[in-house]
């Protein structure tokens, strides 16, 4: 490997639903960060690791910047201030059709208090005619001096060759922390029950708010070898939101069921069996023993 290789961390910022999990998506080539039109979809630094001849950059994708409402949302909080201070390059991502807001506003305070260069990144320019996107980046640049701009779209693709580029531009001279072939630093456990999730959320609309966890309870290989058993459990806060999630004759979560077993094949390469099950916990998103339980490890941040 040439002595000019470059690596870093990019944090990538932005309101909740500005596209950033699309992003990470488009580049990584692969389902690691799960999509939905909620708010709030992302809880954990999401790490994606995009890796060229020159160059490797670790992209965290971080929870959407929103005043928590409660201890998960604290939790949330914490994660993404965190991560601005301990990266190479941040990319706050607002949305082409979205106005300059009291959102917006409110991240680019926090990005005073940081000295990190920041890209701003225009996402969902696909969706806009492109004379109006002169004002907009206009009205940011009023704001705050950012180091580039770029306008994209992440769901058609478009210019993100381009920011990748001008990332690799900012980096550091570096070694490369992961191998060529590795797409992220979560256990797959982690993704399998991030994908199961998702379809809770695609599937059951704004009947079941984000008080949805999932845990899965084993991964086994099982028949020679051939296929692999996953068994996982879905945590709600209430009995009326079981009882969607169940739905008529349990054909709810045999949808969720089927829909997930597709991604978490194309994840781990090899026929799965899935197993859901569904049980309440009562206002978990306020009890620290539990959050613990579900993964968000407070001394990690």
Same mark, same amino acid.
């Given at each position: 490997?040439?002595?000019?290789?470059?690596?870093?961390?990019?944090?990538?910022?932005? %309101?909740?639903?500005?596209?950033?999990? *699309?992003?990470?998506? %488009?580049?990584?080539?692969?389902?690691? /960060?799960?999509?939905?039109?909620?708010?709030?979809?992302? &809880?954990?630094?999401?790490?994606?690791?995009?890796?060229?001849?020159? $160059?490797?950059?670790?992209?965290?994708?971080?929870?959407?910047?929103?005043?928590?409402?409660?201890?998960?949302? =604290?939790?949330?909080?914490?994660?993404?201030?965190?991560?601005?201070?301990?990266?190479?390059?941040?990319?706050?991502?607002?949305?082409?059709?979205?106005?300059?807001? &009291?959102?917006?506003?409110?991240?680019?305070?926090?990005?005073?208090?940081?000295?990190?260069?920041?890209?701003?990144?225009?996402?969902?320019?696909?969706?806009?005619?492109?004379?109006?996107?002169?004002?907009?980046? =206009? @009205?940011?640049?009023?704001?705050? +001096?950012?180091?580039?701009?770029?306008?994209?779209?992440?769901?058609?693709?478009?210019?993100?060759?381009?920011?990748?580029?001008?990332?690799? *531009?900012?980096?550091?001279?570096?070694? @490369?922390?992961?191998?060529? +072939?590795?797409?992220?630093?979560?256990?797959? &456990?982690?993704?399998? $029950?991030?994908?199961?999730?998702?379809?809770?959320?695609?599937? *059951? %609309?704004?009947? !079941?708010?984000?008080?949805?966890?999932?845990?899965?309870?084993?991964?086994?290989?099982?028949?020679?070898? @051939? /296929?692999?058993?996953?068994?996982?459990?879905?945590?709600?806060?209430? =009995?009326?939101?079981?009882?969607?999630?169940?739905?008529?004759?349990?054909?709810?979560?045999?949808?969720?069921?089927? &829909?997930? %077993?597709?991604?978490?094949?194309?994840?781990?390469?090899?026929? !799965?069996?899935?197993?859901?099950?569904?049980?309440?916990?009562?206002?978990?998103?306020?009890?620290? *023993?539990?959050?613990? =339980?579900?993964?968000?490890?407070? +001394?990690?941040?």
């Amino acid at each position: 490997m040439n002595n000019s290789f470059k690596s870093g961390f990019v944090s990538i910022i932005g %309101r909740p639903n500005v596209g950033k999990s *699309t992003f990470i998506n %488009r580049v990584i080539g692969q389902k690691i /960060a799960i999509m939905s039109d909620k708010p709030q979809t992302t &809880r954990n630094k999401i790490q994606g690791v995009y890796t060229t001849n020159q $160059s490797q950059i670790i992209f965290i994708d971080t929870p959407g910047i929103h005043k928590p409402k409660h201890k998960l949302g =604290d939790f949330m909080m914490k994660i993404t201030q965190n991560t601005l201070k301990e990266v190479d390059l941040i990319l706050f991502m607002v949305n082409a059709m979205e106005g300059l807001g &009291r959102g917006e506003e409110y991240i680019i305070e926090r990005l005073k208090e940081t000295n990190t260069p920041v890209f701003l990144v225009i996402n969902k320019i696909d969706q806009v005619h492109p004379d109006e996107l002169l004002p907009i980046i =206009d @009205q940011y640049k009023d704001k705050f +001096d950012f180091q580039e701009i770029v306008p994209i779209s992440a769901l058609q693709g478009n210019n993100i060759d381009t920011l990748l580029k001008q990332i690799e *531009t900012y980096l550091p001279e570096g070694p @490369q922390y992961y191998p060529s +072939d590795q797409v992220t630093d979560h256990p797959e &456990r982690f993704i399998i $029950s991030e994908l199961i999730r998702e379809k809770v959320l695609h599937l *059951t %609309r704004e009947e !079941v708010p984000h008080s949805v966890a999932v845990v899965v309870d084993a991964i086994e290989k099982r028949e020679n070898n @051939q /296929a692999v058993y996953v068994a996982a459990t879905i945590i709600v806060e209430r =009995d009326s939101q079981k009882g969607i999630i169940i739905g008529k004759q349990g054909g709810m979560l045999k949808e969720i069921g089927q &829909r997930a %077993r597709v991604d978490i094949e194309n994840l781990l390469g090899s026929k !799965v069996f899935l197993e859901l099950w569904v049980k309440v916990q009562k206002d978990w998103r306020n009890r620290l *023993t539990q959050l613990r =339980d579900f993964g968000f490890k407070e +001394d990690e941040y």
